[in-house]
């Protein structure tokens, strides 16, 4: 039976499939879907050529999209006619059955929202809303929707859903299957809307990213798909945002960047129109804004596997621009950008090399920071990614101003060789690109911050000699570092463990103090002794006081405590034992409740500087196991990088060093058996080495070992009568310092020795006048006597007054010391015998020592040639004058004989430092530097400093000023670490150099015009570099107290020559020049004095009370000149170090370094307060202004001049360079010589040379004492022994007449006096040929003992010396008992004195 034929809207009958009822609102849910469901089982199996059937059923399909179907609330009804519909645009396509726009979209619209069941996997409808997906895209149904005018809200719609019901339990059917139908409708329509690509780009967006991963992978493959497609739209979509600045019109627009960083991760393409409008962007005038695009393209440029630097170029170099953007985070952020690029992209390097170079040099600290730890980064992921010059930035930044930028570069550095070249994890070729890195960290350890000296410290034990090895690993590893250092770090590191070493002692005092009975004497010592831990040994020493004080009463009331700390600094302790203390030490101070515990980790500080973690006695064994080894030849050497002979003697030279640090570790019968066979190699180096460790270490030996003893005692012997000389000098120390019976073991040596010397043979002299010196110096009571004899005998009259063997007359000012004569050689020991005899006895009671003295003189009036006979060679002559000039220098540390020492004795001692050799001034001052560095020599010598601004020379013009720093630093601290030191102001206070200094410069012989402004330029000069240096600060009115001295000193007379009135004139207008200087430098000297100065009464007479001297004795036209400082005609040399002469500027803006403290009691010295510890003082700073992001070398061998810059004009950016210089003037100078031909440097000119040169040179105003010339280019500074080099610092000085040109001087000859002489310089040249003849009277003699002096290399003079620490060798007891200082310096040296 057939059912009622209903009808559709239209009027037409609706025909169903068969078996299905009348479907209408009458019915229930239940009846509904079961019809419905027949109803989609027969649309489903029905196709596109069933023409009769898509007639029968068309009624139906209009049917279904009726609003009781399209709105019902059934789920499973809309999703049955859902599945209908979109069988029926199959069957019906390509037309749609539906002709109504409206309908077509509310039937779309309608399907859309069913596909949202798609969410739900689990549903047991989810494969009819599947079947429902899969139709719609098969048959792509939506691109009817194209003809519709609103289709852009369907697609929006639909893309919406397709993304929010997409999630990780589809398959990959459903998401091929949205891909499908998205990419159809985006493909084959005529564009994409933006509201549609909003739609697709949001899911792309961070937060939603986050939010349905599932979601951004559906609209990342949908691009990929679409992208020739889409790109046009998201070009458009970026040119409205980026360039017209439109953002409204995308919400999206504020994420821009994200969408450009996605978008060329999925696929470059889709930006190839937006990569040019980004390059707009990076030169907008938004800091921020550039940030922005700096960030993206950071990302864009250092993704893996990206080629967008290649491909673009233009916007390649434009990014690069911004690592010179104003705008500091936006540097900030290249750099961090820097770090990904090398690692991903190599072959950027070079371009980004240029940039991190300028970067590292940042005035932002943070930029400075990042740009190593981006170069660090890279290099530990594969050294292959930084090359050379970039490595060398971070080297560079260890000396960075800033302790964060060095902290970070060092420990960078340290982890590159720990990795590369301890591990080896890259090969021998990456080992050796970083093996400089050991040298580097241990050169810092010269710095002056004691934080860079423990991070120093902490790298060592943790990187370059890893503590935690196991001992005979840990010793080759220190074997063959030590062996690979250069000499600088060597120094380091040996200056590191006396550093250590002398922590230990301080602790191990301080645990003494606390064993005696409590005083208030006690009290004090223990006071004073935290105090030098605390300021010198542990960072931040404000905090490191209070926190020492702290630790001190923790031991007074912890006795297991003190218990620990006396294990860990016993010699005994082993480095486990060490580990252990220190770990129950750390135990007991620690805090639970207190996390971060500053006293704590100052504690550790300590702990770690005096623990013995790397050398106990297996260490010691280890280290000569090696060794010999080594001497075997079974040792790994070669395969380390060093030769056996290297190894051999590092090896000994290391076990010498921790011989006196660690000197009870040595004491093993096999530790000295292994000294034993090194003393019979033929190394002279190797046995000098081990007799200094048997020295050292063998206080034991005459007990303990006696076999030892049986076989060490002929050796020594051996070696004082025939060994080396310094092999002489140790053999005789080490008899002295193990053996009993010292006494007779030395009169063994003296007597035959004192027996075979013989003037004939000279070579045979040498070591022998060394082993009788140092006896005479150790045993004095015992050989004084027949050392007397020896020295009337055969040392003055036999030796130094005789020439047997004539010199050779190469012209040579100095020459190396193979080629030195025999003869010579031997004086120069046997001045030094003299000193050594003289230093023994330590008194002068025979006279000897003033005979000596006035051998000394004689011998540096005669310029070295002490007979005259014109036998010896001028480089020869160069030695004696050296050697007589230290010799005065190591009295002048004994106070016995300082105080004999005449002003006029003192007076040509000083002017060795401007003698005509360069090593002649050169070395004199290093012996100079070093006697003051360590509070040896008395406050005057000092002022010998101040000749050194006429140095030719740049580098020793720098040199002497930094010598002036470290003399003044040191002073300073000295007095502020000892409050004994308050009553001895007059010896210790560098101020009181101005007196010397004024007195000094009175006596220059070349100040021989009182009115000639030349001279009196050239004593301004001398001045102010004196000057300078003392008035950097005006603490406590410093500058007044210079003054009030310098007007007292013209209330005196000179106490050399009260009655010579022209000399008191000279005296009193180099303090009317001094006064000039004080007046136009400082703006604070008319204040009050603190006290009335106290002059030294050896060198001025008590004031005059009844008269007062205000007369200016300077002329009218000099003191104008000096006071508008119109510069004098300017050589290269005179312009370097200033404007110290005729500018009369310099820049206000640097950081000061003199520092003055409160006035001593009841005296009239000011007291030196305590110098600026920071890192920011610059007290060594060149004469320029720098930025905060310059290194700070480990000593200074440029000055710039300060010249064009404004005072207050900021220096951003600015590198100094240790190359600059001014170009050479031709106005003449005082004491400038003519131009001479090439090769003429240090070489005597022949005659005809001579006569050439004058045709076409000027004549030198007057007669010079042989003081270099400063016309010479000062390129020409290294040696005066090269013949191809111009004439320089060394040229012979000639003598002048006043009518006519100079005579060439041969050499040798004495300066005939001139009739025009003033009666002055007569007086002086016969009190030089006085002193002459009595030299002759003298038996004893004394000389320096210059350790390092005419054998010293080149290593040996290095500045690095100027940095080592001499703080810590101040003997205070015997600095208390003398009441003078001792100092340590280096210097700059100049000509020579010419004979009166």
């Given at each position: 039976m057939a059912f009622p034929q209903p009808k559709s809207a239209d009027g037409k009958i609706i025909i169903y499939p068969p078996g299905v009822k009348e479907i209408t609102d009458k019915i229930s849910n239940d009846e509904l879907v079961k019809r419905l469901k027949m109803v989609v089982k027969t649309f489903m199996d029905m196709d596109q050529d069933s023409e009769d059937e898509k007639q029968q059923y068309l009624p139906l399909a209009l049917h279904l999209a009726s609003e009781f179907f399209l709105r019902n609330p059934n789920k499973d009804v809309r999703l049955l006619v859902a599945c209908c519909l979109a069988d029926i645009f199959r069957i019906y396509a390509p037309e749609a059955p539906y002709t109504s726009h409206d309908k077509l979209k509310d039937i779309f619209m309608f399907i859309t929202r069913q596909l949202k069941g798609l969410e739900d996997t689990k549903s047991p409808q989810f494969n009819r809303y599947f079947y429902l997906l899969e139709n719609l895209a098969w048959v792509k149904s939506y691109n009817i929707c194209f003809e519709l005018e609103d289709c852009n809200e369907i697609f929006i719609q639909l893309f919406r859903t397709l993304f929010?019901?997409?999630?990780?339990?589809?398959?990959?059917?459903?998401?091929?299957?949205?891909?499908?139908?998205?990419?159809?409708?985006?493909?084959?329509?005529?564009?994409?809307?933006?509201?549609?690509?909003?739609?697709?780009?949001?899911?792309?967006?961070?937060?939603?990213?986050?939010?349905?991963?599932?979601a951004y992978d559906l609209a990342k493959v949908l691009l990929k798909r679409t992208a020739q497609t889409i790109e046009p739209c998201i070009a458009s979509f970026f040119n409205q945002v980026l360039v017209l600045g439109k953002s409204s019109v995308s919400d999206l627009s504020e994420h821009v960047f994200d969408l450009i960083m996605e978008l060329f991760a999925i696929d470059p393409h889709l930006l190839l129109s937006v990569m040019p409008q980004?390059?707009?962007?990076?030169?907008?005038?938004?800091?921020?804004?550039?940030?922005?695009?700096?960030?993206?393209?950071?990302?864009?440029?250092?993704?893996?596997?990206?080629?967008?630097?290649?491909?673009?170029?233009?916007?390649?170099?434009?990014?690069?621009g911004r690592f010179n953007d104003i705008h500091v985070p936006v540097r900030l952020e290249c750099v961090k950008f820097a770090s990904h690029c090398l690692m991903n992209h190599p072959d950027l390097a070079k371009d980004l090399t240029e940039y991190l170079k300028v970067r590292s040099h940042d005035p932002e600290e943070a930029i400075r920071h990042d740009v190593i730890v981006t170069i660090i980064t890279a290099g530990k992921k594969d050294l292959s990614l930084v090359n050379d010059q970039l490595l060398g930035f971070v080297r560079e930044r260890t000396l960075d101003k800033r302790w964060r930028v060095r902290k970070e570069a060092m420990m960078g550095l340290a982890q590159l060789y720990k990795k590369y070249c301890l591990h080896a994890e890259a090969g021998k070729e990456a080992a050796q690109k970083v093996n400089w890195i050991k040298d580097k960290?241990?050169?810092?350890?010269?710095?002056?911050?004691?934080?860079?000296?423990?991070?120093?410290?902490?790298?060592?034990?943790?990187?370059?000699?890893?503590?935690?090895?196991?001992?005979?690993?840990?010793?080759?590893?220190?074997?063959?570092?030590?062996?690979?250092?250069?000499?600088?770090?060597?120094?380091?590191?040996?200056?590191?463990?006396?550093?250590?070493?002398?922590?230990?002692?301080?602790?191990?005092?301080?645990?003494?103090?606390?064993?005696?009975?409590?005083?208030?004497?006690?009290?004090?010592?223990?006071?004073?002794?935290?105090?030098?831990?605390?300021?010198?040994?542990?960072?931040?020493?404000?905090?490191?006081?209070?926190?020492?004080?702290?630790?001190?009463?923790?031991?007074?009331?912890?006795?297991?405590?003190?218990?620990?700390?006396?294990?860990?600094?016993?010699?005994?302790?082993?480095?486990?034992?060490?580990e252990v203390c220190v770990r129950e030490i750390t135990r007991k101070l620690a805090n639970p409740k207190q996390p971060t515990n500053p006293f704590l980790e100052m504690v550790k500080f300590l702990l770690e500087r005096i623990a013995p973690v790397h050398i106990d006695s297996e260490a010691i064994s280890s280290l000569v196991k090696l060794m010999n080894k080594s001497i075997e030849g079974t040792a790994d050497d070669e395969e380390e990088g060093v030769t056996p002979d290297s190894a051999i003697r590092a090896g000994l030279e290391l076990l010498k060093v921790l011989s006196f640090t660690h000197p009870t570790s040595f004491h093993s019968s096999e530790t000295y058996e292994s000294l034993l066979q090194c003393l019979k190699m033929e190394d002279d180096k190797v046995a000098e080495a081990a007799i200094q460790i048997f020295r050292n270490t063998g206080h034991k030996i005459e007990t303990?070992?006696?076999?030892?003893?049986?076989?060490?005692?002929?050796?020594?012997h051996q070696k004082a009568k025939r060994g080396t000389p310094r092999q002489a000098k140790q053999a005789v120390h080490c008899i002295h310092a193990i053996f009993t019976n010292k006494e007779v073991q030395l009169a063994q040596i003296f007597e035959p020795l004192s027996k075979s010397l013989n003037a004939d043979t000279p070579e045979q002299l040498i070591t022998p006048l060394v082993s009788l010196g140092h006896i005479a110096m150790l045993a004095p009571d015992q050989f004084a006597s027949?050392?007397?004899?020896?020295?009337?005998?055969?040392?003055?009259?036999?030796?130094?007054?005789?020439?047997?063997?004539?010199?050779g007359k190469n012209g040579?000012?100095?020459?190396?010391?193979?080629?030195?004569?025999?003869?010579?050689?031997?004086?120069?020991?046997?001045?030094?015998?003299l000193v050594r005899w003289l230093l023994g006895m330590k008194n002068n009671q025979s006279k000897s020592a003033n005979s000596t003295l006035r051998l000394l003189s004689a011998m540096l009036v005669s310029e070295g040639d002490l007979t005259e006979q014109k036998k010896i060679s001028k480089s020869d002559m160069s030695r004696l004058r050296l050697a007589a000039g230290c010799a005065i220098l190591k009295l002048a540390q004994e106070p016995c004989y300082h105080e004999i020492i005449t002003p006029e004795q003192f007076q040509l001692c000083a002017l060795v430092i401007n003698d005509e050799c360069y090593q002649v001034r050169q070395i004199f001052a290093l012996k100079l530097h070093k006697a003051l560095g360590k509070l040896l020599l008395p406050l005057e010598y000092m002022a010998v400093f101040a000749l050194c601004a006429k140095d030719p020379v740049k580098e020793r013009r720098a040199h002497a000023r930094q010598c002036l720093l470290k003399n003044i630093s040191i002073r300073r601290e000295y007095i502020k670490q000892n409050p004994m030191a308050h009553e001895k102001l007059l010896s210790l206070l560098p101020e009181y150099v101005v007196p010397y200094t004024v007195h000094l410069l009175a006596h220059d012989p070349d100040f021989t015009k009182t009115q000639d402004i030349e001279q009196l330029r050239d004593i301004k000069e001398c001045l102010w570099f004196m000057l300078e240096v003392l008035m950097t600060k005006n603490e406590n009115n410093s500058h007044a107290f210079i003054r009030k001295m310098v007007e007292n000193i013209k209330q005196t007379k000179d106490a050399q020559a009260p009655d010579d009135g022209k000399m008191n004139e000279k005296l009193y207008i180099v303090c009317d020049v001094a006064l000039i200087v004080i007046t136009t430098k400082s703006t604070t000297y008319n204040l009050d004095s603190p006290k009335d100065p106290v002059l030294p009464t050896k060198f001025f007479t008590p004031p005059d009370k009844d008269s007062s001297n205000n007369k200016c004795y300077l002329s009218d036209e000099a003191k104008t000149l000096l006071l508008t400082g119109k510069p004098k005609p300017a050589t290269v040399l005179g312009a370097v170090n200033k404007p110290l002469s005729a500018a009369g500027r310099r820049p206000q803006d640097r950081t000061p370094v003199l520092e003055m403290g409160s006035n001593i009691s009841g005296n009239s010295e000011p007291s030196s307060p305590p110098p600026n510890r920071g890192r920011e003082q610059n007290s060594e700073a060149p004469e320029t202004e720098i930025s905060e992001n310059e290194e700070n070398p480990v000593i200074l061998l440029t000055v710039v001049p300060a010249k064009t810059e404004k005072k207050d004009e900021p220096v951003r950016n600015k590198e100094m360079s240790s190359e600059q210089s001014l170009p050479p003037q031709t106005s003449t100078e005082r004491g400038k010589k003519r131009t001479a031909p090439a090769g003429s440097e240090n070489i005597q000119q022949i005659p005809e040379e001579r006569k050439s040169e004058e045709s076409t040179a000027p004549v030198p105003p007057k007669a010079r004492r042989g003081r270099p010339p400063k016309a010479v280019s000062e390129s020409n500074t290294a040696k005066n022994s090269d013949p191809?080099?111009?004439a320089g610092r060394g040229r012979k000085r000639v003598a002048a007449s006043q009518e006519g040109p100079a005579e060439p001087e041969t050499t040798n000859v004495k300066v005939p006096k001139q009739q025009e002489t003033n009666v002055k310089r007569a007086s002086a040249q016969r009190q030089m040929d006085l002193q002459r003849i009595q030299v002759l009277d003298s038996d004893g003699y004394s000389v320096?003992?210059?350790?390092?002096?005419?054998?010293?290399?080149?290593?040996?003079?290095?500045l690095f010396k100027s940095c080592e620490s001499s703080q810590n060798e101040v003997d205070n007891t015997k600095l208390a008992e003398r009441g003078f200082l001792k100092v340590r310096r280096k210097s700059m040296p100049k000509g020579r004195r010419q004979r009166l």
């Open positions: 929010s019901v997409i999630n990780n339990s589809h398959n990959q059917k459903v998401q091929m299957h949205m891909l499908d139908l998205m990419s159809s409708i985006i493909m084959e329509g005529d564009g994409v809307t933006q509201d549609l690509l909003d739609s697709i780009l949001i899911n792309l967006i961070p937060a939603h990213k986050n939010m349905n991963k599932q980004l390059e707009f962007k990076l030169k907008s005038n938004d800091g921020e804004e550039r940030l922005a695009v700096v960030r993206l393209l950071a990302k864009l440029f250092g993704a893996k596997d990206s080629e967008l630097a290649t491909q673009n170029r233009p916007l390649w170099q434009c990014f690069l960290l241990l050169h810092i350890y010269y710095q002056n911050s004691i934080d860079d000296k423990l991070l120093v410290e902490k790298i060592f034990a943790q990187y370059l000699v890893p503590h935690n090895l196991e001992t005979e690993e840990r010793m080759k590893c220190l074997y063959y570092l030590y062996a690979s250092l250069d000499p600088n770090a060597v120094k380091a590191l040996n200056e590191m463990w006396k550093c250590q070493n002398m922590l230990r002692s301080h602790v191990r005092e301080l645990l003494d103090l606390h064993k005696q009975p409590a005083s208030e004497a006690n009290n004090t010592a223990m006071f004073a002794k935290l105090m030098a831990i605390a300021t010198e040994n542990l960072p931040d020493p404000g905090k490191a006081q209070d926190f020492m004080k702290k630790f001190n009463q923790v031991l007074g009331d912890d006795e297991r405590l003190r218990a620990q700390l006396e294990l860990l600094i016993s010699p005994a302790c082993s480095c486990k034992q060490a303990d070992l006696l076999q030892i003893r049986s076989t060490l005692i002929p050796i020594l027949p050392m007397k004899s020896v020295v009337a005998n055969f040392i003055v009259k036999d030796l130094l007054m005789n020439d047997r063997f004539p010199g040579k000012l100095w020459t190396p010391n193979e080629e030195v004569s025999p003869e010579v050689l031997a004086k120069v020991q046997a001045i030094k015998l191809n080099k111009a320096m003992d210059l350790e390092s002096t005419p054998e010293s290399s080149a290593e040996e003079l290095d």
